[in-house]
C-alpha cells in the first residue's frame, strides 16, 4: 500500500491536531502530579505540534515501506534532531543525520520488546503482500473463466453481470455497516476516555481510508455488472462462446 494512502487518511480529519492535544495534555497533567508547572514541559508541548507530528509521522511511514517493499535493506527511523531539545539526544546520536538505524535506536535506549525478528518479518511483508494479491487474482480469474464456462448459452452476460452486482450490493452494505461503526467509534472518542489513547486517534481515520477503497471497488463491481447484465446477449456471447 502506497504512502499516500496514509496520508490521505491522516490528513483527511484533525488527526495530528488531537494527537498534538492528546500528547501534550498527558505531559502537562504528569508534570503538575509530579509537583512541576506547566512551563517545565514547554520545549516538549512545542515539539508536539501538529506540523512536527505530521512530518515525524510521515516520514517513518515512508521508512517502514522503503523497507518493507525491499527499497532499503535496513529499517531506519526519522528523528527531527535539529527540532528536538538538545538534553533529550543521547551523546551517540548528536552528531548524526536525521535517519537513524532502529536497531542502533534500540540497542541505545534499551528497549524492550522488539526483537531482530519482528524487524526482519517487517521486510518480508511488502513480498508477501504482493504474492497473495497476485494469488488472489487468479483465483478470481479462474472462477469466473469456470463460471462462465458453465453458464448456459444466451444467458453468459447477464448471470455474470447478475452476480456482480449483487456480490457489489453486499459489499456496499457492509461498507455501510462500516461506516455506522466508524461514525460510532467517533462519538466515542468524542465523549469518552477513548480520546486520550492515540489508538483511539489514529484507528477511525484509517479504517474511513479502507472504507473508501472497499466502496470503490464495490461500486465498480455494481458498475460493471450493470454493463454486462445489459449487453446485448445473442451476437456477444456468440463471439465469447
Known sequence: ?????????????????????????????????????????????????????????????NNVLKYANGSTTELF?????????????????????????????????????????????????????????????LVLALIFFLLYRSIPFGKKMSVMGLMLIISGGVALIISGLGEIIRTGWIGLVGSSNVGDSLFGIIAPPLVQGFLNLWFFFSSAAVLAGILLFFVEKQGYNYKLK
Do not use: C, H, R
Open 1 to 61: 500500500m502506497s504512502s499516500s494512502f496514509w496520508q490521505n487518511s491522516f490528513s483527511s480529519s484533525n488527526t495530528y491536531l488531537q494527537l498534538s492535544e492528546t500528547i501534550n495534555k498527558n505531559l502537562i497533567s504528569q508534570t503538575i502530579a509530579g509537583g512541576g508547572k506547566a512551563s517545565d514541559v514547554a520545549s516538549l508541548t512545542d515539539l508536539a505540534s501538529p506540523a512536527n507530528l505530521k512530518d515525524f509521522i510521515i516520514n517513518n511511514i
Open 77 to 137: 527511523i526519522y528523528i527531527p534532531m535539529e527540532k528536538v531539545p538538545k538534553p533529550f539526544i543521547s551523546q551517540n546520536f548528536a552528531n548524526t543525520s536525521d535517519q537513524v538505524k532502529l536497531s542502533d535506536f534500540i540497542k541505545e535506549f534499551n528497549i524492550t520488546g522488539i526483537s531482530t525478528s519482528q524487524i526482519e518479518l517487517v521486510s518480508k511483508s511488502g513480498f508477501i503482500s504482493w504474492v497473495f494479491l497476485i494469488f488472489t487474482i
